[in-house]
């Protein structure tokens, strides 16, 4: 006689599968139904994407592995192209003084009509759209405005040289701040002391104990993560930090937690782009290699896809962007094994370069359905824009 084990037994034990395992418990009607559950696929999406927000109202009529496979199928659509699925376009004498930024794209809809919206500032200073804009000034101050008045919310002081770098974690709760005198440690806000000061009081922050740091970057799937690289020559070293806040005595403290370091190999250069995607494993570019490594130090994969030296990167948690010498290369972030690991896509070449002009690109960026650069021509810019014609 068949055993058959309650539900709430075998919805413990699928939780443990992947997608693939998941589709594949579907072998009876008892685990059909235990496998098709909103509670699985829910689970599934949540380890894969931040929708903890995205409830049954947005979902309507559709299932949760409706939404799951339609976002999965939503990135491997870029992931699968081939540069002759793209149309491309560029749009000369932008003149944009900062980096671009997608105002739509990647966002976790059922629709299949979605739009790739970006926004920048136009040559007369004019900030295009923003919802919340945090500025770094070569005073050492940092800036927060909210929309649409730009109103200026707080002003603090943090660091008596320019800042240099100034990222905000992933579910905005941290700020990181680093000065452009090197030896002056880096320093680690608490977004919401920014947002609502108090009177009389100086805004929570801490002080993260590693000066020379020349490159930082938050953690997508684990938020409080923040690795550092910094730079004492001959030494290179890669730091990571859970950051946690804690109340004692009636007050708010920041704790930093010091959770894996490495040295870089003396033959290897000091890298000027890095990134982060799990919380464990750390990539970044070195000459024309790009390197994906775990936070402890072990050489997880290396690619060779360009020929001279990458000049300008890009990641999110679903794709890493290089560019070298007018071209751009796609890789994709796939589950599988102890840790994740890149997949190299495809190359799109620089069919807008003009040979008689000296021009590089400034930045580059993707969402679901495009791909946009920022390349510098001598005194102008240009959007160079590639979108999947679907």
Known sequence: MEIQLP????????????????????????WNRIAESDFLWRSLSLQRWDCSNFTNQHLGTHTWKKFFLHQRRKELRLALAQPHN??????????YDMELAYLSGNSL?????????????????????????????????????????????????????????????????WIFACGTYR?????????????????????????????????????PKVKNRLTLMSQSNPEKEFVTFDLTTKRTGG????????????????????????????????????????????????????????????DNFWVDPRYVLTTSKNSV??????????????????????????????DCISSVMCDNASIVLTVTVSEYSMLVMYSLNT
């Open 7 to 30: 539900d709430l037994a075998l919805k413990q034990i699928f939780s443990f599968l992947d997608l693939f395992g998941l589709l594949q418990a579907q072998v009876n009607k008892h």
């Open 86 to 95: 793209f149309i491309y376009k560029v749009t000369k004498n932008i003149a």
């Open 109 to 173: 809809t059922m629709d299949e009509q979605e739009k790739s919206i970006i926004c920048g500032v136009s040559p007369k200073q004019e900030l295009c759209a923003w919802d919340v804009q945090e500025v770094g000034d070569a005073a050492g101050n940092i800036y927060t405005f909210t929309l649409p008045g730009l109103r200026d919310v707080s002003k603090v002081t943090a660091s008596q040289y320019g800042i240099v770098f100034l990222h905000c974690s992933p579910d905005k709760k």
């Open 183 to 219: 030896r002056t440690l880096p320093q680690v806000f608490l977004t919401e002391s920014l947002l609502r000061p108090s009177e009389g009081s100086a805004p929570l922050s801490t002080c993260l104990p590693h000066k020379l740091c020349v490159s930082a970057c938050w953690t």
């Open 251 to 310: 007050q708010t403290v920041i704790q930093v937690h010091k959770i894996a370091s490495f040295q870089l190999a003396a033959h290897l250069e000091s890298p000027v782009w890095m990134g982060a995607n799990d919380g464990y494993t750390i990539v970044f570019t070195n000459g024309p290699y790009l390197l994906l490594f775990s936070i402890t130090g072990f050489l997880l994969q290396r690619f060779e896809d360009h020929q001279a030296a990458i």
């Open 329 to 358: 290369h796609v890789y994709m972030w796939e589950e599988g094994g102890r840790h994740p690991y890149l997949r190299s896509c495809y190359r799109l070449e620089n069919i807008w370069h003009d040979p008689t002009t000296d």
